[in-house]
């Protein structure tokens, strides 16, 4: 008697977070920008009699269109014009060594180096590294027009038209990104009171509020590196983000309480966001508010008023506005200080490396065996590769997908429009995809700039649907080299990216629940730390969720250790809420109380960094259960709960 066994035919879970489209809102005015930006180049072009010339500044443009991330215009001149002068060196560098045999394999191989190790410096880097490595890529492995400056200038000039674009409405909204992002983040605080007692909404809206204000610092604050304080404008809304400050802080007492606000209180925020968004000064109305007959009922209310007061006050003195995250260093200071931690540190190093070995291997491999536009298979690699895409693994399967799904837009647009001046409105079509599918997550990227490339590398070479099946080939091809040289025999295992981020940011817990109670901390460095740890947990949320994204084992493990990253975030909630209890009238936690809890965070930290996998912690946490700590020893107890297998 036979036995059938069902099969399952669901795809695993971390495949299926890889395919799951992203949710971001639709930039409108960014794929305007994009479609005019690289249409207009192709349509110059033809006109003059030189589509090549257009191609190479629509190739330009759609560099500037990659980099066209930021929200503020000052940011669009640093996140589009500084990538562009990087991408300029690298096509000038590529097309020296064009045909030069292994002389061009040592020169990309040593740009693919230095383009690794830039990338991990920060966003601008970032991209800039790409840009540099992709422009030289495309230099060495395509016959460009001479003379030597012809082609760096008009892809150059076709990036510096979509910065045209991008900072065309600059004088009639200068501040209007700055004022949004302040107030979206008291908007997300408002959602933040609203989801207090609801435990499932308010974990999700929490990460919101964090994020919010880690996008809101970084917009202001770098404005504030450049300017130095000088701005009014900047130094009045920095005011107003550190005022919504108390205002989070309190919403984990109220949380942990158990009673919901009233509506009124989330709504007196979302009033105050909108005058914030608006620029009004002068005098603020809050909306009618119940007397507040609780320690953390009084601390929010204490807290919306003040920021209400932060609002209203047309001019702030910049020597008395603290920067939750430090007050950011020069430019220059700045730089020299990424440069040197480039030079010194070890993961610059690993990266460069691995991205020069996958980078060699394809070069080399083009030199040795007779590939048909073999610049494909490096570009591939570059942006596998790319450090803050997320899992080199992941990106290698989505960039295969997405290959796949881009081919096929191409196939019809190459077989079914006739070179010349239809490329235009095709491009005008093909253009707005890329920063409408950009956010949506990688695949879909891939799939966008897929059709939009192999339509300017036909104008440049004039094969038609012949560069389909080469593409595809090419592009497998530069998945397998990113898989084997870049991933596989780089044995970084899960628990050295992420186990001792996280072991660091459960020490830094205990350093803030002992400074969280201590007569002799600052205000200032108390609230700079707080900030700081919600950050680190952020990054490190986002680290995980990446994890989850590759095949077990690694999958698996990130899995098991996620609870423990929410259990951490609850902690510094407790640590956040029983402080503001305090502040407002609990009597203070004893000396003895707050030692105990941060000897078994430290304990609980030295268990996550010396472990592969869960480990057991044991639990002695005992004290008063009148206490304020109470709450946050439960939570500590939990925490060190996860960590013991069962």
């Given amino acids: 008697m036979s036995r059938e066994f069902p099969i399952s035919l669901t795809p695993p879970d971390w495949l299926v977070r890889n395919l799951r489209p992203q949710k971001a809102p639709v930039n409108w005015a960014a794929m305007a920008r994009a479609a005019v930006g690289m249409s207009l180049p192709l349509a110059l072009g033809l006109a003059a009699g030189q589509p090549a010339y257009g191609a190479l500044a629509s190739m330009g443009a759609l560099n500037g269109v990659i980099g066209d991330t930021a929200e503020a215009y000052r940011m669009r001149v640093l996140t589009i014009a500084v990538p562009q002068l ?26 693919a180096l230095v383009s690794g190790m830039i990338s991990t410096i920060g966003a601008v880097s970032s991209v800039s590294g790409l840009l540099l490595l992709l422009n030289c890529v495309v230099g060495a492995g395509l016959p460009l027009p001479h ?55 308010y974990a999700t809206t929490r990460v919101d509020v964090t994020q919010s204000l880690n996008q809101s610092y970084d917009l202001i604050l770098g404005h504030r590196a450049h300017h130095h304080g000088r701005s009014r404008q900047l130094t009045r809304l920095l005011a107003q983000l550190n005022a919504v400050t108390p205002v989070v802080e309190a919403a984990p007492a ?32 809050l909306p009618s508010l119940p007397v507040p007959t609780t320690e953390t009922a009084r601390a929010v209310d204490h807290a919306l008023r003040y920021a209400a007061e932060v609002v209203a006050t047309p001019e702030v003195d910049p020597r008395g506005i603290d920067d939750r995250l430090g007050r950011p260093a020069a430019l220059g200071i700045r730089t020299a200080r990424a440069a040197r931690n480039v030079v010194l540190s070890a993961n610059s190093w690993r990266y460069g490396l691995r991205l020069a070995l996958c980078i060699g291997i ?10 048909p536009r073999s610049y494909w298979i490096a570009l591939t690699i570059t942006f596998v590769l790319k450090p803050d895409f997320g899992s080199v693994f992941s990106r290698a399967l989505l960039r295969a997908l997405g290959t796949v799904g881009g081919l096929v837009l191409a196939a019809g647009v190459l077989a079914e429009v006739p070179r010349g001046w239809w490329d235009v409105p095709t491009m005008l ?26 339509l300017l590398s036909d104008i440049l070479n004039h094969q038609g649907t012949g560069l ?6 090419d592009s497998l091809m530069g998945c397998a080299i990113a898989l084997v040289a870049g991933y596989l025999l780089w044995p970084e295992s899960w628990h050295t990216r992420v186990g001792d981020r996280l072991a660091d940011a459960v020490a830094d817990t205990a350093t803030y629940v002992e400074a969280a109670f201590g007569p002799a901390t600052d205000p200032s460095s108390r609230a700079r730390m707080r900030r700081r740890l919600y950050r680190d947990l952020s990054t490190i949320r986002t680290e995980f969720q990446r994890a989850l994204t590759e095949p077990p084992p690694t999958g698996r493990r990130a899995a098991a250790w996620w609870p423990l990253v929410v259990a951490v975030e609850r902690i510094v909630d407790a640590t956040t809420a029983a402080r503001v209890r305090v502040r407002h009238g609990a009597p203070p936690p004893s000396p003895a109380e707050v ?3 941060a000897l078994q965070l430290r304990e609980l930290s030295e268990g996550v960094r010396y472990a592969d996998s869960l480990t057991a912690v044991p639990t002695h946490l005992t004290g008063p259960s009148d206490s304020v700590l109470e709450p946050l020893r439960q939570e500590v107890a939990a925490a060190r709960a996860i960590a013991t297998p069962h």
């Fill in 86 to 111: 990087l991408g300029a060196v690298g096509v000038i560098l590529g097309s020296l060594v064009y045909g030069q045999g292994w002389y061009a394999v040592v020169t990309v191989t040593a740009v």
């Fill in 362 to 371: 394809a070069q080399a491999l083009v030199s040795l065996v007779p590939v």
């Fill in 468 to 473: 389909l099946l080469p593409r595809l080939l």
């Fill in 595 to 597: 030692r105990h809890v």
């Fill in 254 to 285: 109220v949380h942990l309480a158990g009673r919901p606000l009233p509506p009124e209180v989330p709504e007196a925020v979302r009033h105050v966001a909108d005058v914030i968004e608006s620029g009004r000064t002068g005098p603020l109305a």
């Fill in 429 to 454: 079509l093909l253009a707005p995809l890329v920063p409408a599918l950009t956010p949506r997550g990688y695949g879909f990227q891939t799939a966008a700039i897929t059709p939009v490339i192999l």
């Fill in 147 to 201: 003379p030597w400056w012809l082609a760096p200038a008009l892809m150059t000039g076709g990036g510096l038209l979509v910065l045209l674009l991008a900072l065309l409405a600059w004088p009639l909204r200068a501040g209007v990104p700055e004022r949004a992002s302040v107030a979206a983040a008291y908007r997300a605080v408002a959602d933040l009171l609203a989801a207090c007692g609801d435990p499932d909404r």
